[in-house]
């Protein structure tokens, strides 16, 4: 008669996860190692970073230039990286930049309730023309303050074009640091926001401004 087989008895060959698992702190030193020299040595383009917030991950892309683009945790990751390697550069990979790291610093000061305005060099390069000017407009819009999308239209030059202003907000591809959760619609209500509603309100009751 056989013995049944013990419960508690593992196999000899282990997993690859078990394998893997000491060792994934050294593969991260090793990725990351690799991704600078890649960008010192002018092979990357567009850099991106992850980062954790009381909203939820958030995706920071930065060129040599600047913050060109802050995705948001319900928008779609690969996405992103996909808009940023078509309209900018194939060349996009995991890695640091200075204006990354400063944003990574200023967004969790910003979170903490220690920081009111953010001091980081941008890239506007994925906006252009009237929206561009709405969205350099609403960056003066001070903590605490909400205007309006006619306002925020007027700022820029076009009082009637104030549906063309709320186009250009829900597309701004630097929200927080852009900040369009401060504009609202005129008749009351939050209006659209490209982390959707309640990000938004969460954003101006940090602020104290919902």
């Not at 939050?190 to 009751?205: F, V």
Request: hydrophobic share 40%; net charge positive; charged share 25%.
């Amino acid at each position: 008669m056989t013995n049944a087989p013990r419960s508690d008895v593992r196999p000899l060959e282990p997993s690859l996860r078990d394998l893997a698992a000491p060792h994934a702190g050294a593969w991260e030193r090793v990725r990351r190692r690799l991704s600078e020299r890649a960008a010192a040595e002018g092979l990357v383009d567009v850099s991106f970073e992850r980062h954790d917030s009381p909203l939820g991950s958030i995706l920071l892309g930065a060129t040599d230039a600047g913050l060109v683009r802050v995705g948001l945790p319900n928008e779609d990751e690969k996405a992103i990286l996909a808009e940023l390697a078509e309209r900018i550069s194939p060349r996009v990979l995991a890695g640091s930049r200075d204006s990354v790291t400063r944003a990574r610093r200023q967004l969790d000061e910003y979170f903490d309730g220690d920081r009111r305005s953010f001091d980081v060099p941008l890239d506007w390069q994925l906006t252009r023309g009237f929206r561009r000017e709405v969205l350099q407009a609403t960056a003066l819009i001070a903590y605490g303050r909400t205007a309006s999308y006619r306002e925020v239209a007027t700022a820029a030059g076009r009082p009637g074009a104030f549906r063309a202003a709320g186009t250009a907000l829900a597309t701004n591809p630097l929200p927080i640091v852009v900040p369009c959760h401060r504009v609202l619609r005129s008749a009351g209500g939050l209006g659209d926001y490209r982390g959707g509603s309640q990000a938004k309100a969460q954003l101006l009751d940090l602020e104290g401004a919902a």
